[in-house]
């Protein structure tokens, strides 16, 4: 999904506010605030990865997965795409693949609650494992959870009418795509997060609600196919349908993969030494 900018175009579906006037400076708005939050989020775990060091080495390519993360989710919100997609439903799926899956999928393998635990001082660390700890993030964070919360609002996207009442009202846009991105963040760490994770769910759990997650996202891309959202062009539906099967189906690959790379890791058979160095690594992130 992306954003809109100045130029927002009255012709097309939410060309408008929700009032029916043209209210440019909504979007305006919403464009800084993305700008902001996005620079705020690479400040923040620049500055956390620094301090993260000092307890240890950090791997570099978990830092540049945060920002190619970040540049994910800005390309679907901010610029080019995000202004092709007030007209295009096509461009808007590219959005879409970016801000509720590929850029997740970067954001979660960047460890950011690692860069946190390391960095904070010790009290607030415990703090912030007490809270990991807590009931309420232990249903939020549960695959069965994340997956209704993720594939189901792509449900209520594509086949109500809140997707052309995303585009009538800057509100109801931000709403939308902070759920995709958060619901997508909730779902990739739920089934391969790297995160220290105290409730984490057994793997035939985990691989059994991505076969589940993949098969309804893939009905969707069939039933979008078929059934384009109100104001969609049917060709222009059938082209954004099938980039959501197939570049869906990519990252999906990708998740089978790093649950598979998850559990043989967890299941080969560790050396002493391995076992003491894990314990270690254990020690230096709940420290």
């Known amino acids: 999904m992306a954003g809109h900018g100045p130029g927002h175009d009255p012709g097309v579906p939410g060309g408008h506010d ?8 909504g979007w305006v708005a919403l464009d800084v605030v993305v700008v902001l939050l996005l620079a705020g989020a690479g400040v923040a775990y620049g500055v956390g ?37 007030r007209g295009a439903f096509t461009a808007h799926m590219a959005g ?23 960095a ?5 660390a415990r703090r912030l494992t007490r809270a990991l700890r807590a009931r309420p993030v232990r249903v939020l964070t549960h695959p069965v959870t994340a997956a209704v919360l993720d594939g189901g609002g792509l449900w209520l996207l594509y086949t109500t009418a809140l997707y052309p ?37 057994s793997v035939r759990v985990r691989a059994a609600v991505l076969v589940a997650f993949v098969a309804a996202h893939s009905v969707l891309a069939k039933w979008a196919y078929a059934h384009p959202p109100a104001g969609v062009p049917g060709g222009d539906a059938r082209q954004g349908a099938q980039l959501m099967y197939y570049a869906g189906d990519v990252v999906d ?11 043989y890791a967890a299941a080969r058979p560790r050396t002493p030494a391995v076992v003491a160095g894990a314990a270690g690594a254990a020690r230096r992130e709940a420290a």
Do not use: E, I, K, N
């Open 253 to 263: 690959v990708a998740l089978m993969v790093l649950l598979l790379a998850g559990w």
């Open 49 to 85: 990865a620094a301090r993260a060091r000092g307890r240890g080495p950090w791997p570099w390519p978990r830092t540049l997965s945060w920002y190619a993360g970040a540049a994910c989710v800005g390309a679907a919100l901010v610029g080019p795409l995000a202004a092709a997609a």
């Open 18 to 25: 929700a009032s029916g006037g043209f209210a440019p400076s």
């Open 165 to 201: 009442r995303m585009h009538a009202s800057a509100l109801v846009h931000a709403a939308v795509h902070a759920h995709v991105l958060l619901a997508g963040y909730l779902f990739t760490a739920a089934l391969v997060g790297v995160d220290p994770d105290p409730h984490r769910a």
């Open 120 to 124: 904070l001082p010790v009290a607030a």
């Open 96 to 118: 879409h693949v970016l801000l509720g899956m590929l850029g997740p999928l970067l954001l979660v393998q960047a460890a950011p609650v690692t860069v946190a635990l390391r």
